[in-house]
């Protein structure tokens, strides 16, 4: 059974950068036809895309978000991160990574992490 | 603002049959299948529904899509008090080249 786990810091100050991790298990992310996204949730609204990583490494980010994101991969440690810098209030957020059967031409998230709540504030 | 659009609420008593619509664009429904996710209070989103009406193992029946231009349709039948919660329609957007999400539906079982 595959399972997705987040991890990271729960506040980060304004103008920092946020790092989370999401451990995979059950299922290889380096043999995997498989994408893996991340996926935010500000509290009390609704779902946002942020980005997707091929387990070639490609990786895809939403526009909006386009030069504050980087998703990258550790196959050793079956891994992949998120990265986004410049951080406002309006990054508030549950961040949850998930899996991605597809990327083109849908939004096929099969299984998802539990979520990890961010908050930024000094 | 989200892409595609949702009504914000929708109610039933159980037993009931509850549909909850999800308009978009030729850009984005009116081109690419269309997901559902369900979000239970306090819990991760979960896939309800993807390629427009194929449910994934474990998913009851009584959930069912639709789609014609550029609306979709999620269908609950026999509303049970455990379906409280939120729905989002999901698909691709070919102008944005990515995934959107609707704003959300939240679904209440009087």
């Known amino acids: 059974q595959v399972h997705l786990r987040e991890s990271g810091p729960g506040l980060v100050k304004p103008s920092e950068t946020l790092s989370l991790i999401c451990s995979v298990s059950g299922d290889s992310i380096s043999n995997s036809d498989s994408y893996w996204g991340w996926i935010r949730q500000p509290p009390g609204k609704g779902l946002e895309w942020i980005g997707s990583l091929y387990y070639t490494g490609s990786a895809y980010y939403s526009p909006s978000l386009e030069g504050r994101v980087t998703i990258s991969l550790d196959t050793s440690k079956n891994q992949f991160s998120l990265n986004l810098t410049s951080l406002t209030a309006a990054d508030t957020a549950i961040y949850y990574c998930?899996?991605?059967?597809?990327?083109?031409?849908?939004?096929?998230?099969?299984?998802w992490g539990q979520g990890t709540l961010v908050t930024v504030s000094s | 603002q989200s892409v595609l659009t949702q009504p914000p609420s929708e109610s039933g008593t159980p037993g009931q049959r509850v549909t909850i619509s999800c308009s978009g664009s030729?850009?984005?429904?009116?081109?690419?299948?269309v997901y559902w996710y369900q979000q239970l209070p306090g819990t991760a989103p979960k896939l309800l529904l993807h390629r427009n009406n194929e449910r994934p193992s474990g998913v009851p029946d009584r959930f069912s899509g639709s789609k014609s231009g550029t609306s979709a349709s999620l269908a609950i039948s026999g509303l049970r008090s455990e379906d409280e919660g939120d729905y989002y329609c999901?698909?691709?957007?070919?102008?944005?080249?990515?995934?959107?999400f609707g704003g959300g539906t939240k679904v209440t079982v009087l």
């Open positions: 999901a698909t691709w957007d070919d102008r944005l080249s990515g995934p959107v």
């Open positions: 030729s850009s984005s429904v009116g081109n690419n299948f």
């Open positions: 998930a899996r991605e059967p597809y990327h083109a031409g849908a939004c096929w998230f099969d299984l």
